[in-house]
C-alpha cells in the first residue's frame, strides 16, 4: 500500500467512526400474531405429561414483536415472543430467508417469554426426529407457519426508522416471585426501557422481570401467552397512542410466582399480569427520556462441557419424559449442541445480555453485579436467548441439589460457571462504550 492510499484508507475509517459517533440513534417497531390456526393440530409445550395432546382451542393470542435500532453504521435487532423457547434452527433458519438486509447471528437476539400455555418447542427443532411425544414430536408444517410469520415481521419492522429517546430505570418489588428451589436468591428487579420518538410520543417499552409463566399446568389445554401477554396488552392500553409492549424474562431457571389468589390459572394470568402492568406503568411515568450515544452489540461463541445426564434425572426429568438412561444419552447428543452463541446489546444505560437457557437467580445475580461493577447502570438478564440448552445452574446447586432443575442441566457441574463466565466476557465489551 503507497502513502497515498495509507491516508485514504484511514480517511475513510476515521469518517466512518466519526459518522456513527455523531448519528443519532433511530428505531422501528411492529408486531405480528403468531398464532397458528387449531387445525395444525399442535401441541403445548412445558409438561412431558401433555403427551403431544393437540391444543384444544385459543384463550388469548401469541404474538411476536420487533424493535430494530440503528446508529450510524450498526444496526441491531429485538424479537420477543410469547412462546415457551425456541430451538437453535429457529434463528439460523430466519436469516437464511432475509439475505441481503444485513442481519445475522451476531445482531439479532431472540427472546422467548417462557409461557407454559404456548408451542411447544420440540415441534419446533429441525433436528428433533426422535418420535417421543412426551418431548414433543417435530412438525415441519408449524416450524414453517412461525417462519414465515417471522419473516413478514422482520421485513416490516426493517423500514421507516426515526430518531428515538431512551431512558431506563429499576425498581425492587417485594412479594411478588420466591426461589422454587427454597434458595436465598431472588431476583425482584424490574426493568423498564422507555422508547419515546423525538417529539415525545411513545414507541415502545422494554419490560424485563424474572418469573415462571406456570400459572397455567400441563391439563390445560388452551393457547395462552400466559402471563406476560396481560402485562403487555394492560401496559399497552395504560399508556396508549400505539405503543408496543416488550415482555422479556430474566433468570428465571428457580423463579416463581408469588400470587395470593383461589382463583383457576386463566383467571390468575390476567390478575398478575395487571399487577405487573400497573407496576412497569408507574415505573415508566418516572422516566424522562433523552438521546443516547451509547449504542453497540456483542457476540462470541462459547464451547460446552461435554453432554452429561444428572445423577437424579431419572426420578425427576426423566420420568417426566419417558425416558432411560440409555434414551437420555441419544437425545442430548441429538438436541444437545457443543457450543452456542451468546450476545449482549447496549441501549443507554441498559445492558442485555443474552442466555441461552433458563439460568437461576444466583449466577444472574453474579452476571448483574459484575457488569454493574464495570460501570453499568442496569443490566438485565435475557433468558432463553436465541435457544433453549437446558437449566443453568451453579456447581453447588448442581451438585448438593436434587430437583426438576438439576435433573434438566446436561452439561456437568461446570456449565454453569462456563455460561456466566461467558456472559461476562462477551457483554464486557460494552461497559466502557463513549
Known amino acids: 500500500m503507497n502513502y497515498r492510499e495509507l491516508v485514504v484508507t484511514v480517511f475513510c475509517i476515521l469518517t466512518l467512526s466519526i459518522t456513527s459517533y455523531g448519528a443519532k440513534l433511530s428505531a422501528s417497531v411492529s408486531s405480528i400474531d403468531i398464532t397458528p390456526p387449531l387445525e395444525m393440530k399442535y401441541t403445548l409445550g412445558g409438561y412431558g405429561e401433555r403427551m403431544n395432546k393437540p391444543a ?33 434452527n429457529i434463528k439460523s433458519d430466519l436469516i437464511k430467508r432475509i439475505p ?27 433436528k428433533n426426529l426422535l418420535n417421543n411425544p412426551n418431548l414433543g414430536i417435530f412438525q415441519p408444517e408449524l416450524l414453517e407457519f ?13 423500514k421507516n426508522y426515526r430518531s428515538v429517546k431512551i431512558a431506563t430505570g429499576s425498581k425492587m418489588l417485594e412479594g411478588l416471585n420466591r426461589n422454587r428451589r427454597k434458595d436465598p436468591d431472588i431476583d425482584k428487579e424490574l426493568i423498564v426501557t422507555r422508547i419515546d420518538l423525538k417529539n415525545g410520543n411513545p414507541l415502545a417499552v422494554l419490560v424485563n422481570w424474572t418469573a415462571h409463566p406456570t400459572f397455567l399446568g400441563g391439563e390445560d389445554m388452551l ?77 462470541q461463541i462459547v464451547p460446552l462441557p ?24 441419544i437425545v442430548m447428543d441429538v438436541l444437545g449442541p457443543n457450543e452456542v452463541g451468546m450476545g449482549a446489546l447496549r441501549i443507554g444505560d441498559l445492558l442485555i445480555s443474552g442466555i441461552p437457557g433458563e439460568m437461576t437467580a444466583v449466577l444472574g445475580q453474579k452476571v448483574k453485579n459484575t457488569l454493574k461493577a464495570n460501570g453499568i447502570k442496569y443490566v438485565a438478564i435475557g433468558g432463553l436467548a436465541n435457544e433453549w440448552i437446558g437449566y443453568i445452574l451453579s456447581s453447588d446447586q448442581y451438585l448438593h441439589g436434587e430437583g426438576y432443575e438439576s435433573s434438566m442441566s446436561f452439561y456437568g457441574p461446570d456449565f454453569g460457571e462456563v455460561i456466566s463466565a461467558g456472559a461476562i466476557k462477551t457483554a464486557t465489551t460494552l461497559t466502557h462504550l463513549k
Open 146 to 158: 412461525i417462519l414465515q410469520k417471522l419473516e413478514v415481521l422482520v421485513r416490516k419492522v426493517d
Open 100 to 126: 441481503g438486509m444485513g442481519w445475522s447471528m451476531e445482531n439479532m437476539m431472540l427472546l422467548p417469554s417462557h409461557s407454559h400455555g404456548s408451542l411447544e418447542m420440540a415441534a419446533l427443532n429441525s
Open 223 to 299: 393457547v395462552s401467552a400466559e402471563w406476560p401477554g396481560y402485562l403487555q396488552t394492560n401496559l399497552q392500553n395504560l399508556i396508549g397512542k400505539g405503543v408496543t409492549a416488550m415482555y422479556f424474562n430474566g433468570s428465571e431457571g428457580d423463579q416463581s410466582t408469588v400470587l395470593s389468589s383461589d382463583k383457576k390459572g386463566y383467571e390468575k394470568i390476567q390478575i398478575y399480569g395487571k399487577i405487573i402492568a400497573d407496576q412497569s406503568f408507574d415505573l415508566y411515568n418516572e422516566l424522562k427520556t433523552q438521546e443516547v450515544r451509547e449504542f453497540d452489540y456483542s457476540y
Open 56 to 88: 384444544e382451542g385459543i384463550h388469548d393470542p401469541i404474538w411476536a414483536k420487533a424493535i430494530a435500532l440503528q446508529k450510524g453504521d450498526k444496526k441491531y435487532l429485538i424479537i420477543t415472543l410469547d412462546l415457551l423457547g425456541i430451538p437453535s
Open 306 to 329: 461435554e453432554h452429561a445426564a444428572h445423577p437424579s434425572f431419572m426420578k425427576t426429568g426423566g420420568e417426566e419424559y419417558g425416558l432411560n438412561e440409555k434414551t437420555v444419552k
